[in-house]
Structure formats: structure tokens, C-alpha cells
């Protein structure tokens, strides 16, 4: 009896030990990742991008000189932290990047899709938004862990990569404001996404099911889907300018054309208002929420960015 009595107690013992080994990992993981990611603030911040939130921006820290010591420092942030995905020469082709559905950019290809410009170069600022706020859905997550002086340095290096950037900032386009109240712009902006046809790919709903939505491919020949907007996070984030920006400029290599030359600012303001109105918004439910609903490619980044850290931890990895 009490022989048995004593094994029960260390049975226990050993299972209490067992998840107090268990609670510690835990802590230890959550730890490093904070750690890589720049701290519980950058931690908060990445839970509210993966529920949809925009991240703001700083812009007040004035950029350092665009020159070859800038360029240097950004070389070495890009093999530190973008190599997995985007490869060591920047051209897509990274060691985790086949596992990725939504494959990471090609900077050499002269390809960009995310950008405020008619031609085909972004500005500075349009990469700059894109390392600090990430594409939604996909494995591009945020980069709060780097300073804005080390982002404007990487964007530096990346337009080093192709001969498209030339010594002058290609022209942004006019964001027009609103000229009439909300509701009517929402509804001017639903008869408008009907005479364009946006319906032929993104679908009647919006529901990216449209009879043009199977057949789609991307620059590279590969299969590439409208953006479904009632159950996908827009890629660019719910702000009124950034859907403007993605109609009016289009997504370079993609089917997604520019509408700035067949449609009115006011007509492609509407559409952004309209498109909003239908989109996905942010839950606003808190941290666990958010990492429980990640997409896959978000994952995927995750375990990259945070946890294998391939580069960080043994820099000569891929050279
Ligand atoms: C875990 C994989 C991954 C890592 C690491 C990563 N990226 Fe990306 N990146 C992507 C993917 C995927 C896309 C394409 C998303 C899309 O456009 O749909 C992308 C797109 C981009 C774009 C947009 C280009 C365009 O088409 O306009 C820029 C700029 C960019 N990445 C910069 C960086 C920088 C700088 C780093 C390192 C600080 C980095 N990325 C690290 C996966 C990654
Ligand atoms: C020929 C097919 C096609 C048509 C027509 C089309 N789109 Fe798209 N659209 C796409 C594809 C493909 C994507 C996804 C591109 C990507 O994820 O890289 C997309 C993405 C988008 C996005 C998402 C951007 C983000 O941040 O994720 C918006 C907004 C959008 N389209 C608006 C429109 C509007 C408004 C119209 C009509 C004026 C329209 N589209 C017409 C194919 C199309």
C-alpha cells in the first residue's frame, strides 16, 4: 500500500516536472522569438498585422544618404534577413522560397508590383512601406525589428539589383480625395466596379470566383488568383489610399491591370471606397486570436523570420 502509495506521489512528481520543462521551453521559445523580432513592443505589433491592422509608419526619422556606405549596410541587413526567400541575388529564388504558395519577389526581374508610380519603378517610399508593413497572407511579414534608417538602407541595396531605378524618383500619382459622402461613394463605386468588369476575376461578391479567376497566370507563367476580398486581408491592408494606389497603378506582372488610364479619379476613388466597404476587416481580437488565424505562407514566414533564422544564427550559410 504504501510502496504504491509512493510511486503514485513520483508518477506525479514527474508529470509536474514534466510540464514545468514544458511551461519553460515555452517561455524560452516565446523569448527568442520576441528576442528576433526586436522585443515584446515589435511582438504586439506583429499580432496586430496578422489580424489585418495597417502598421504605422516612421516617417519623421529623416532617411540616411543614398550612397555606397548606405548601400553596404543594406548588403548586409539583405543576406542577415531576406536571403531565405528572396536568394542571395535577389532574384527570387531563396532556399525556403519553394515552399512558399505566393513566391517571394524577383528584385532582378524588374517586376514590382506594390507601388504609388505609372512607370515601372516604385519610389523609395513604396519599398520602404512594404519591408515596414508587410503583404498580408503572405510569408513578406512586417520588419519592426529593423530601425528606419537600416530599412531605408536595405531599400537602397535592393535597387541596386536591376537597371530599372534611375538617379531621379519616378512621379507618384494624384491620390484624389473624396468628393461626395461616403455612402454615395460606396454606391457610385459598386456600379463602377461593374462597368470596368472588376467582377470578370474578383467576382460578383468579391469572392475572387469570377469566370476569368481560374485561369490566371503571373509574369513567370505561374497560376496566380484574385484577391478573394471577403475572406482574405488585402495584401496592402484596408487603408483608403492603398486600394486607390493598387487601382490606379495596377500590380506590374500580374493580371491585375492599372485603371488610371480608362478610368476618372473620381470613378477609381469610388472603387476604393466600394472595395473597402466589402473587404475583410481586423477582428481586433487580441494576440492569440490573430496567430491562430494565420495563413499558411504567414506561418511559413513566421518559422523562417523568427525560428530558423538560418542566416542569423550561421551567417556564411548561404554564401
Ligand atoms: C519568409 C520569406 C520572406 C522573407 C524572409 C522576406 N521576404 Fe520580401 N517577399 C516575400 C514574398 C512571398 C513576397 C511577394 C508577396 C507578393 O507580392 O504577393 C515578397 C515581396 C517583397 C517586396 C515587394 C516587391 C514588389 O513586388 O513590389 C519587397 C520590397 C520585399 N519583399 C523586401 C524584403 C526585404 C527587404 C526583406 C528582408 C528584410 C524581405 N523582403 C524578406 C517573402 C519574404
Ligand atoms: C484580369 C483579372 C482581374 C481584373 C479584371 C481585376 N483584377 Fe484586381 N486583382 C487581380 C489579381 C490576379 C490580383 C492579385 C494579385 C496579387 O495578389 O499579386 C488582384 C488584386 C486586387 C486587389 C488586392 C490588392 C491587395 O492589396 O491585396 C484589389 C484591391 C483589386 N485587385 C481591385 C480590382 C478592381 C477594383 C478591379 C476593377 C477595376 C479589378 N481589381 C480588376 C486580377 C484582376
Redesign the pocket.
Known sequence: MEQKKKSKVAVYALAGGGVVILLLLLVLFVTLVAKSMGGMGSVTLMAQWLDGQTLSLDLETPPPPENGDSIEAGKAIFEMRCIACHGIKGDGKGKRANELK?RPADFTSGFF?WKSTLDPAPTNLDLFKVIGRGLHGTAMLPWPALRPAETWQVVYYIKTLSDLFEENQPKPVNISGPTRSIPSSILLGKK??EK???Y???GFEGRGD?Q?AGK?K?YKGLP????N?IEET????NELD??YL??ATG?NG????A?SKT?SEDEMIS?AYY?RSIARKPAGQGMISAAMHMTPDEQMGMMIDHVMKPNVLRPNLNK
Do not use: N, Q, S
Not at 500580374?254 to 491591370?257: D, L, N, Q, S, V
Open positions: 505566393t508590383k463602377v466596379y470596368a468588369k472588376c470578370e476575376c474578383h469570377g476569368k490566371l503571373d496566380i488568383k484574385p484577391r476580398f488585402l495584401k496592402r491592408g492603398e486600394i493598387t487601382i500590380l500580374t493580371p491585375m491591370a485603371y478610368l472603387l472595395i
